[in-house]
């Protein structure tokens, strides 16, 4: 199947800095990724879809300015926490989809501690 | 209303046998897709079985089988022979539509536990 990287897969931070989460699809074209959110023991939370070439399209409640989404190709999007907080530990898990996928892809995730 | 229902939080099964998990879904199109999905405590999302609203034959792969009944709107994931690898969290999602760019809607999820 399919394969979709993920990096960094976990990263501690300090409060107040950003950090920048890429996804890479490796043999296919990914024309939609999604970026999603879990806490432990719940389900993922989308949290934006991007098209490449295009804005992101953020879910209700998502603050855009402070996750900034880039999909420049077809082969990357990256997730950029900017300015975060201990509240913005969490998994961070990114999902790819394209023409002729019927599934959307998942990444391994990555686990963002912010202390 | 919620899109994807599961409403088994967490299943207990002896190894080698078979195990059903619910899932119930609510849309109002006449194409969507459902997909199951495996999560192991690793945290990868492992993609196991698809069924799309047009398929007439319940879909199978491996020890895998979705129980699909379009009228009660049910997708239940039926997992035989289960083996201790099988312990994990399952995910029932649902995508509305052709496009496969269509965000999926998950389920709250059901944690497996397969017993020795």
């Known amino acids: 199947g399919a394969v979709v990287s993920q990096h960094p897969s976990r990263v501690i931070c300090k409060s107040g800095t950003s950090v920048k989460i890429e996804c890479r699809s490796l043999?296919?074209?990914?024309?939609?990724m999604f970026w999603y959110r879990q806490f432990p023991k719940q389900s993922l939370m989308l949290m934006a879809t991007?098209?490449?070439?295009?804005?992101?399209?953020?879910e209700q409640g998502v603050e855009k300015d402070k996750f900034l989404i880039n999909h420049a190709s077809l082969t990357l999007s990256t997730l950029t926490v900017t300015s975060a907080h201990p509240e913005d530990s969490s998994f961070y898990i990114c999902?790819?989809?394209?023409?002729?996928?019927?599934?959307?892809?998942f990444g391994p995730g990555t686990r963002l501690t912010v202390t | 209303a919620q899109k994807i229902t599961q409403t088994q939080p967490g299943m207990f099964v002896q190894e080698k046998e078979a195990v059903t998990l619910d899932c119930t879904y609510d849309?109002?199109?006449?194409?969507?897709?459902l997909f199951w999905y495996k999560q192991p405590s690793s945290g990868e999302m492992i993609f196991l079985i698809y069924?799309?609203?047009?398929?007439?034959q319940n879909a199978t792969e491996g020890r895998y089988s979705l129980n699909f009944q379009k009228a009660r709107k049910s997708a239940n994931l039926v997992i035989s022979a289960s083996q201790l690898g099988d312990s994990a969290m399952y995910f029932c999602?649902?995508?509305?539509?052709?496009?496969?760019?269509?965000?999926?809607?998950f389920g709250t999820g059901t944690s497996l536990t397969v017993i020795p």
């Open positions: 043999d296919f074209q990914a024309t939609t």
């Open positions: 849309t109002s199109d006449q194409s969507y897709g």
């Open positions: 999902s790819a989809t394209g023409p002729g996928v019927y599934e959307q892809y």
């Open positions: 069924q799309g609203s047009y398929d007439e």
């Open positions: 999602a649902m995508r509305e539509g052709l496009n496969t760019g269509n965000q999926f809607y």
């Open positions: 991007s098209n490449e070439g295009s804005k992101a399209t953020y």
